[in-house]
């Protein structure tokens, strides 16, 4: 989605609240203007009205029903009424029951007559207001009792001003509306416009890191809002990817290093053993040669898949019932031959039966792992322990040698792909890969390894290995980032 359509979306849900709010609000202003305009119109009639029932009452003491109507008449209809009856366009009407006895405007009789407020007052002595919608005027009928006679004092205005003033409401609220909702709409794609612009320019910056910039970062204006911590993330992200590419390409130049000397070598001696007749013991020296060379490329290469395999979450670990001390004889019997060559002692402390859930193969590749580093590391005459124990939680095997030991500043490097201590001592026989696949190992079987040594006096290597729930017997091995 581009951010254009993200604006016209945020305005479009934008004035659907605003649209109702703003037609309910004016509403209701117009319905309390309306009802206050009626209200004010009605009180000013009746207070008119009433003053001409006064008035009516005073003028029939002395001169009789008939005659005070006739004078409130001829007061309303004189230039200069008396202030109670000063009001343009209202007439006055007296009735003596349903008798008409005086009217100041003869138009109006038929508003009387229809709204039927005679009618009405018959029923009860109140005040009743009538509207005639066809000739637009309002009356009300007040009744006045005088000696025994009910008379009706009708007072009726025009309501033309007061219907023109709320059609002007209603026309100023119907196109006052749609012109808000219009200024409304382009105050909302301009709000949103000036809220994503920001988004747009870390868009810009984004689009232009590739693998090859990667150092660089988006510029963060304020840390503190929301597009600021997108920012944050986005530029911890770079750096994490930062960190992968540069680990993965030295990775890559350690790899094609570590390559190129066993190639240099089966190169070389093929190019001496060519370059003339040799003897058939020659010959097979070399091709022992070649041959060592090319199992030492093996090696690195089969470290490198299965690091990398685990690196990408594609390496399936079989999990399988096995007999931990079992394993460890089998490791410590394949590389019995090497120790001894090398005058080393080997010796194994396990119980009877040790039953683990585990990659009997990746478990294997670990143990040899350790013991041949113990054995390597270690001067003859010196002795190598292998040492398994099991309690509820899992298990532990520890390698212990008595070799030339690790600084404790060099603890976590070692762990690290083709990372050696000392690579001209031991440079033809080791890439450096080892420790690495004991790690992945054990974090595959989610435990973990640690080492303790002296320079000097020997190490200890320590494998925990929780048990394992025996769910499922394969999953994908998945390890930590490459370091
Ligand atoms: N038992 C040990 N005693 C002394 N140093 C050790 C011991 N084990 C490992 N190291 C040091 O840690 C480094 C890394 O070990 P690691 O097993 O990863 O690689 P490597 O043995 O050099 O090569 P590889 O095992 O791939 O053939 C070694 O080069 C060595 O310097
Ligand atoms: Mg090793």
Known sequence: MTLGTIRVRLTFWYLLVFVPLLIAFSTYVYSQLAGDLRGQFDTALLRLGESAANYFKVLAQTKGPSSAAETIVQELRSAEPIPALRVRNVTLAVFSGDQLLAISNHDATYSISSSQVLLSLRTGMQNVFATDEVAQRRLVAIPVRFGSENYTIVALETIQRLQANLRFARNLILFGIPATVFCAAIGGLLISKKSLEPVVTICGQ????????????????????????????????????????????????????????????????????????????????????????????????????????????????????????????????????????????????????????????????????????????????????????????????????????????????IFQRFHRIDASTYADQCSGLGLAIVKMACEAHHGSVTVSSQPGRGSIFTISLPHQEPRGSQRTLSSSPIS
């Open 206 to 413: 984004a689009e232009r890191i590739s693998a090859h910039n990667l150092n660089e970062r988006l510029a963060i204006k304020n840390p503190k809002d929301e597009l600021g911590h997108l920012a944050g993330v986005f530029n911890a992200l770079l750096s994490r990817l930062d960190d992968s590419f540069r680990i993965m390409r030295e990775f890559m130049a350690e790899a094609s290093h570590e390559l190129r000397t066993p190639l240099a070598i089966i190169h070389g001696e093929a190019d001496v053993s060519l370059s003339q007749v040799r003897s058939d013991s020659e010959y097979r020296e070399s091709l022992d040669i070649i041959r060592d060379q090319s199992k030492r490329m093996t090696r690195i290469v089969s470290d490198m898949l299965a690091l990398a395999r685990a690196d990408a979450g594609r390496q399936l670990i079989h999990l399988e019932e096995l007999y931990l001390n079992d394993l460890l004889e089998e490791c410590c019997h394949a590389l019995k031959k090497v120790a001894a060559s090398k005058n080393v002692r080997l010796e194994i402390d396990s119980p009877e039966d040790c039953p683990f859930l585990g990659d009997e193969e990746l478990l294997k590749r670990m143990i040899v792992n350790l013991l041949d580093n113990a054995i390597r590391y270690t001067e003859p005459g010196g002795y190598v322990v292998i040492r398994l124990t099991s309690d509820a939680s899992g298990v532990k095997i520890s390698v212990s040698d008595t070799g030339i030991g690790i600084a404790s500043s060099d603890f976590e490097r």
